[in-house]
Every structure is written in C-alpha cells, then in structure tokens.
C-alpha cells in the first residue's frame, strides 16, 4: 500500500495498482463498491443476528446452553486463522477471489445452523462462521484504499 507514488507499484496484482484517488461520488458509482459493501452489510447482519440469538437457535436444535456457547472458541480460532491467511495473500491475489471465500462461508454458515444438531451441521457452521467473520475482518479494511485510494478516505479538516 505503501509502496511509492501512484502508479510506481511493481505489483503485479491489478488490485495493487492505484491509478487515481477517486471522491466519495465517484466511488458509490462504481460496481465493486457496491459488491464489497453490500457483501460486508450481510456478514454483519447475519452474525450479528446469530450472536444475539444463538442460545435459542440452539435450543431449538436440541444444544444445552453450554454446548452452543463454547462453539465461539473453535469460531473465533477459524476467523484469527482465517484473518491472518487473508492478510498475508491479498496482494498476490485479486480481493474479488478473497470475497468469494469469504462469501461461501457466509452460506456455509447458515446451511450448518439448520443442522446443528449433527456433526457436520457444528463443523459447517464453525467453519462458515469463522471464514465469513475473518474475511471481513482482513477485507473491509483494505478494500477501499486498494480500489479507490486514500486520499479522500478521512474526513477533511478545515
């Protein structure tokens, strides 16, 4: 990100290429603005939802309270080690392919919630959960730089 002025990157991944910084306006009229937000909206919406409601929702499937607590841990273990891979493959790798990950575990997720009360359902849900969370994480931070530049990020003091 840091690399040198605009256009000196010897990246050779285009999303490490800036070519100009784009304002506010032009941005929101721009497709992958919209995909990365809207993507970001859903993770958020959905986990949000989960984590309020997940001592019912595993009530309903049949979990003691205890049970269905204690899947935060091997979550939050696939989101760090989700989180970190991101970060260190992102410049070698398009962030739409680093979204599309991230989107596939926000739909393994929710599959996985319906069938918590089997094996597989726990491991496709702590998988889909930690995937989606960790991918937010690592991509909701570099996406906007990445695509749109800096320079119109931080509100302007005057």
Known sequence: MDGGPIGESVHQNPDMQIHREFTRDEAVRTYSFWIFNLTFCQVGFYGTAVTFHIISLGTEMGLARPQ??????????????????????????????LLLVMNLGSMLAPMGLLFLDRPLGLAAYTLGSGIASGGFVSLSGIVFPRFFGRLHLAPSVE
């Open 68 to 97: 269905i607590l204690q899947l935060f841990i091997p979550i939050a273990v696939v989101s760090v080690t989700t989180n970190l891979l991101f970060g260190a493959i992102n410049s070698q790798l398009r962030l739409k392919w």
